[in-house]
């Protein structure tokens, strides 16, 4: 069993930052793709960012140039940089992760979310 455990979500004035973690523990053998999504208020789950093992990247377009995504493979974790905020980054944002289990099946696994508010 393997579980995601975000962290640093909150109420930031736009034109703020913030730096959201998330760590995965248990039954890992390697992580392929880690990713965040973000889900507005009647809106669906959209992809806001992406990293391999490798290192490679990927961000939604409205997010480009403000938003790094990061991992350090040592600890299983990735972050998620977000500066010079908006309202409309407001939202729950999720971590997911492509997980290789001890038993050398990938599965697929989600983080329980964490708020992230931008006020104007």
């Known amino acids: 069993q393997v579980q995601l455990v975000e962290s640093g979500g909150g109420l930031v004035q736009a034109g703020g930052s913030l730096r959201l973690s998330c760590a995965a523990s248990?039954?890992?053998?390697?992580?392929?793709?880690m990713e965040w999504y973000r889900q507005a208020p009647g809106a669906q789950r959209e992809l806001v960012a992406a990293?391999?093992?490798?290192?490679?990247?990927n961000y939604a377009d409205s997010v480009k140039g403000r938003f790094t995504i990061s991992r350090d493979n040592a600890k299983n974790t990735v972050y998620l940089q977000m500066n010079s905020l908006k309202p409309e980054d407001t939202g729950a944002y999720y971590c997911?992760?492509?997980?290789?289990?001890?038993?050398?099946?990938?599965?697929?696994?989600w983080g329980q979310g964490t708020q992230v508010t931008v006020s104007s």
């Open positions: 997911h992760a492509e997980v290789q289990t001890a038993t050398k099946y990938t599965y697929s696994y």
């Open positions: 248990g039954s890992i053998f390697s992580i392929n793709v």
């Open positions: 990293i391999t093992s490798g290192g490679s990247t």
